[in-house]
């Protein structure tokens, strides 16, 4: 019923840029905040950032400064900037959702729901 799907992922050399969108479609009543987590090898899903539905942001320590994230209401959708890349920033990049859709008969409030992940990759 609910779908989120990520792009603009991709490999970089060090220094470059990248923008990830997140756009969540299907029978949504409303989305909360968004985010973006990743994921590199061997290591635990840590968050970047997340934005409210109102537009205030929180940073990981390690991005701060870097990336930026973004939201579209009207298009559900969330972006993240994300620049001077470092080939530490090579991860999968998940986006997430807390949102409330309509699966036919009642609202349903999903606080943790997830993309499949897009693919950042940084050369040295």
């Known amino acids: 019923q609910v779908q989120l799907v990520e792009s603009g992922g991709g490999l970089v050399q060090a220094g470059g840029s990248l923008r990830l969108s997140c756009r969540a479609s299907?029978?949504?009543?409303?989305?909360?905040?968004m985010g973006w987590y990743r994921q590199a090898p061997g290591k635990q899903r840590e968050l970047v950032a997340a934005i409210t539905s109102d537009g205030r942001t929180n940073y990981a320590d390690s991005v701060e400064g870097q990336f930026i994230i973004s939201r579209d209401n009207a298009k559900n959708t969330v972006y993240l900037q994300m620049n001077s890349l470092k080939p530490e920033d090579t991860a999968v990049y998940y986006c997430?959702?807390?949102?409330?859709?309509?699966?036919?008969?009642?609202?349903?409030?999903?606080?943790?729901?997830w993309g499949q992940g897009t693919q950042v990759t940084v050369s040295s």
């Open positions: 299907g029978s949504i009543s409303r989305i909360n905040a």
């Open positions: 997430n959702a807390d949102l409330q859709y309509w699966d036919g008969s009642y609202f349903r409030a999903v606080h943790d729901y």
